[in-house]
């Protein structure tokens, strides 16, 4: 079977896919899907707040690392009590880098999946649903040669 031309197709995977890379949540709203936009919003704004965040503590521990360091007696880091060996400065700002990358990276992971979501989508939108569809498992014996066999029966039936 030929997939029908875009002309006939009252369902544009192509629009969908395209609306929401342009603008996350839009193929979710074309597709009527409208429950998972605020799941996507969601997951990129807490992967921009937690970026912001850990890219915040970076640049701090970052600035005490080069204030403690300068040789210079009138600069005072803010942690000059806390954490007395410049050494722990340096791994603290590796700890707040890493996580600030990696919010990135699971941003752009979400935008993805918002762009392959609403491709999906899209694609199952005049899938028929029915009601009428059902799946039934039961045990089963069977008679062998051999002897006897017990299992399980699937029966999917469809309308």
């Known amino acids: 079977l030929k997939p029908l031309p875009d002309s006939l197709q009252s369902h544009s995977v192509k629009k969908a896919t395209m609306l929401s890379a342009a603008l996350p949540g839009a193929g979710q709203w074309y597709n009527k899907k409208h429950w998972k936009i605020p799941i996507i919003y969601g997951g990129i704004g807490a992967c921009v707040y937690f970026a912001v965040e850990n890219?915040?503590?970076?640049?701090?521990f970052l600035q005490a690392f080069l204030d403690r360091t300068d040789g210079d007696?009138?600069?005072v880091d803010p942690y000059v009590g806390i954490y007395t060996d410049p050494a722990q400065l340096i791994e603290l700002q590796d700890t707040y880098r890493?996580?600030?990358?990696?919010?990135?990276?699971?941003g752009v992971a979400v935008y993805a999946l918002n762009i392959l979501d609403a491709h999906v989508d899209a694609h199952l939108y005049d899938f028929n649903v029915n009601k009428n569809l059902s799946l039934r498992l039961e045990p089963a014996a069977w008679r062998m040669p051999s002897g006897g066999a017990i299992g399980f029966n699937l029966q999917i039936g469809f309308p």
Request: charged content about 15%; overall charge positive; aromatic content about 12%.
């Open 98 to 106: 890493q996580w600030r990358d990696l919010s990135i990276i699971i």
């Open 55 to 60: 890219n915040r503590q970076y640049q701090q």
């Open 73 to 75: 007696s009138t600069t």
